[in-house]
Nanobody
């Protein structure tokens, strides 16, 4: 079993920054693909970013490229999402997830474990 706990969400003005963290349990964290997803009210959960087990490969949805950066520290069993130049349309609950059988993926169904989410609200 893998437990994921997100933190770092909050209220920020448009143009501001936030850093989300996701702490993972489990001795094999360093072998998982990790991803960030988000879900806005009335919308489906969508892919935001993913990072391979080594951190050497990353993937982003187009709307966040150049503004968000995903990273991981395998020694701390933690994955991060640095968000800059935030926009009101980034408002959502952000979830981290672990895919234990994928090298890197944006497909929701490929992720095996999910955190409970952290709210990010961007005011205009």
């Amino acid at each position: 079993q893998v437990q994921l706990v997100e933190s770092g969400g909050g209220l920020v003005q448009a143009g501001g920054s936030l850093r989300l963290s996701c702490a993972a349990s489990g001795r094999t964290f360093s072998s998982y693909c990790m991803g960030w997803f988000r879900q806005a009210p009335g919308k489906e959960r969508e892919f935001v970013a993913a990072i391979s087990w080594s951190g050497g490969i990353t993937s982003y949805t187009d709307s966040v490229k150049g503004r968000f950066t995903i990273s991981r520290d395998n020694a701390k069993n933690t994955v991060y999402l640095q968000m800059s130049s935030l926009k009101p349309e980034d408002t959502a609950v952000y979830y981290c997830a672990a895919a234990i059988r994928a090298s890197i993926t944006s497909i929701t169904s490929r992720y095996d474990y999910w955190g409970q989410g952290t709210q990010v609200t961007v005011s205009s």
